[in-house]
DNA sequence: CCCCGTATAGTCGTTGGCGAATAGTCGTCA
DNA sequence: TGACGACTATTCGCCAACGACTATACGGGG
């Protein structure tokens, strides 16, 4: 029973949604759309059934009984061990307490910025910024729905972590815009020189196989 | 040659490098480290490897040439067609225009957390403070380095978003702790029934198969 | 009464990501 | 000089992720 390797937070999900009792995975999957989980979490019945094997595998959850109703496809309901729940704890605090490095997709654009022309960046940065507005005022309208149902705010700390950094996103492009418009970011010249290699002077196509 | 489905990043990385001239995979491998590419953009060499056939195949890349010197493995040099470049245009501008859904994993913490008792979670968070000010010191530092060597600020934007977003968690975190221990975030009572309720009367193991 | 859409439950095949393994070359230091 | 480690360059095999697919049950309208 080797300790699994923590990576898929879909498998810490599993153990934490078995904490309210036993259920069959696609029992599982149901009960964390009701609970929102999937906005936070990636959800998808192939990765939640291969998921809960390496689970049972490691030893951290066990089938309790296998029921068939009618001709339906027979259900395997699972329960969590001790040394699932513990692994639980485990897992959620490292998540907790141990930022982790991780690479998202505008981190990756901004790198490879230069490689458009200034003025092109401007644009596709405003149109970012309105996106981000829209996206940020749905989250908000979401959360005032949730209100009015009286949901605690405790089960919607995720929302509010994803507000503040959609907030500091745009705050962040809205001042980058600026300083590249402004010239305040510098080297605006050496940019453009940069462009004008490697866009202007090129080879045409040799051969069109 | 159907277009590509822009999902691995490190595709586009490619493309970008190979703006600059021709290259055989492991230059653009070496190349991407020296611009510091690799910290925004996942490499390594079994992905980097197949990336360029995918894009080989799309019709965005095409060998060159293939030098064998003496008895090393072959190299096999690329270069960008104009399909390529355009395509770069193209996934570059999405990528810097559209906010996409991405999975933290403290989000994903966040959305669990109940799962911990509250004084346990303001521990762990506390934790998490501490660290991420210890990782945006050493952004900041390294920028200061970068600035003595005279890198353009324009080749380091993305550490300034990452320290803003950085910045913008721990300010997140902060406050959260203030809240749950002033009481501020309000279902503390509900959250400790609910910690009890799936925590103390849990029936044990029945065999330890 | 039958047909069709939807909900239930899970399986399967493909693909992509990743790290380890391979294998030759060059410099160096004892 | 020959052993060793660092660098160059690529290949391989495993496994996890995913999404499309299958198949049954159920409910309601025509």
Redo the contacts between chains.
Sequence with gaps: MPRPKRSN?LA??VL?TL??GPAHPYELATTMRER??H????LNYGSLYSVVEQLERAGLIRPVETVREGKRPERTVYEL??AG?AE??HW??E??????K???????????????PPE??VR??R??GL??EI?IRQLKSARDVAAEHEI????L??D???V??????A??VAS?VDEIESGR???VE??RAFIDA?RGG?E??KNSS
């Design positions: 937070p810490l999900a934490s904490l309210t929102g989980k906005e936070s979490i990636r061990t001790v729940r639980h704890d959620l605090a998540l907790l307490s141990t930022p982790v991780e690479y998202p997709a505008f981190e990756a654009a901004l790198s490879l910025m230069p490689g458009l092109e960046v596709l940065l149109v970012r996106q981000l996206a605690p705010r405790l089960f700390i995720e509010e972590y994803r503040a950094l959609l907030e500091s996103e705050r962040f980058l970011l510098g080297e050496l940019w490697f090129a045409p196509e």
